[in-house]
């Protein structure tokens, strides 16, 4: 992710409409070519060896936790509250992912969020299978989470790219205007990404609201090992609905640079139905929503009211 760490990003910038993709007849009777992964360059193979150290790091450490949170990471109506307002209503970086955001009004999906797997040229059949399950299966999750509409079918808004440092160019290069909403320009800041960087996640807002989304695109590296791949896919495919910031407060929680978590938790869980809940809407402030949102955090958690 950008800036280090497992810290995603949210990116917001004004985008020109870009025309929809014209489809390509099927071809009848040829039987479609064995997908064949390209070599690796050299580059591909340090960096790949780099992130499976800092993943065999992290687990000494006993960082990377899957098991959602327990009786050591309490957390109250009022806490729930608080990182609800520090993660939906801050930007964790500015438009071109180098400098700290600020204050953001909320922000989420109005339509129906349809992903699309995209796979650079050098990532391997069995790892396309085992990502393609995954992020199908985790959009299933998002969807029966927030009560919105999330599907890895049909007419993709929100592009999910596995490529490499081989080939991530020419993937960006291959989806550019796949999206109405999304450009070449706009994905200018995918391209040259710090070693640091597992992944990231860009959404944008072209239509008449500027804080509904619209479109959104999440690249994550291929050579990341198997665990912080999926954390990859955890932290940007959610923050790509609406949750652009990390907080040093929330836990247990992935939205926190810490890496305590590789996996959504149950506080995470909570926060995205919040993100959804129908009594707060698109545009928002903190102090509008805030009455809200401590109603809706003792809701969920059977706080007092």
């Known amino acids: 992710m950008l800036c280090g760490g497992l810290a995603a990003c949210d990116?917001?910038?004004?985008?020109?409409?870009?025309?929809?993709?014209?489809?390509?007849?099927?071809?009848?009777?040829?039987?479609?070519p064995p997908v064949v992964a390209k070599p690796?360059?050299?580059?591909?193979?340090?960096?790949?060896?780099?992130?499976?150290?800092?993943?065999?790091?992290?687990?000494?450490?006993?960082?990377?936790?899957?098991?959602?949170?327990?009786?050591?990471?309490?957390?109250?109506?009022?806490?729930?509250?608080?990182?609800?307002?520090?993660?939906?209503?801050?930007?964790?970086?500015?438009?071109?992912?180098?400098?700290?955001?600020?204050?953001?009004?909320?922000?989420?999906?109005?339509?129906?969020?349809?992903?699309?797997?995209?796979?650079g040229a050098g990532v391997p059949p069995s790892q396309r299978a085992r990502?393609?399950?995954?992020?199908?299966s985790y959009a299933t999750?998002?969807?029966r989470v927030t009560g919105h509409p999330i599907?890895?079918?049909?007419?993709?808004?929100?592009?999910?790219i596995v490529a490499s440092e081989d080939d991530r160019n020419d993937t960006l290069v291959d989806v550019a205007n796949r999206v109405p909403g999304i450009t070449p320009a706009?994905?200018?800041a995918f391209r040259d990404m710090r070693r640091d960087t597992y992944c990231a996640v860009a959404a944008y807002a072209s239509g008449?609201?500027?804080?509904?989304?619209?479109?959104?695109?999440?690249?994550?590296?291929?050579?990341?090992?198997?665990?912080?791949?999926?954390?990859?896919?955890?932290?940007?495919?959610a923050q790509g609905l609406g949750l652009a910031n990390d907080s040093p407060g929330a836990r247990p929680s992935i939205f926190n640079d810490d890496d305590e978590f590789a996996l959504l938790t149950n506080h995470d869980e909570l926060l995205l139905k919040m993100l959804y809940d129908p009594r707060l809407s698109p545009g928002m402030t903190a102090r509008d929503a805030a009455p809200l949102t401590r109603i809706i955090a003792r809701e969920l958690t059977g706080g007092p009211l």
């Open 208 to 237: 008449p609201n500027p804080n509904v989304y619209t479109a959104a695109v999440a690249i994550i590296r291929a050579e990341n090992p198997d665990l912080l791949r999926l954390s990859c896919i955890h932290e940007e495919l």
């Open 11 to 32: 990116l917001i910038m004004p985008v020109e409409p870009s025309l929809k993709p014209q489809s390509r007849p099927a071809a009848v009777g040829i039987p479609a």
């Open 40 to 119: 690796t360059s050299q580059q591909s193979a340090l960096l790949r060896q780099y992130l499976n150290e800092v993943q065999q790091a992290q687990l000494t450490q006993g960082l990377l936790r899957q098991d959602g949170g327990g009786v050591d990471t309490p957390f109250t109506a009022d806490v729930l509250a608080r990182n609800f307002e520090q993660i939906a209503f801050f930007n964790e970086y500015d438009g071109g992912f180098s400098g700290r955001g600020g204050p953001s009004p909320l922000r989420r999906w109005n339509a129906p969020v349809r992903m699309q797997v995209i796979f």
């Open 131 to 136: 990502d393609g399950a995954a992020i199908t």
């Open 141 to 143: 999750r998002l969807a």
């Open 186 to 188: 706009s994905l200018r």
């Open 151 to 160: 599907t890895a079918s049909g007419t993709p808004n929100f592009l999910v």
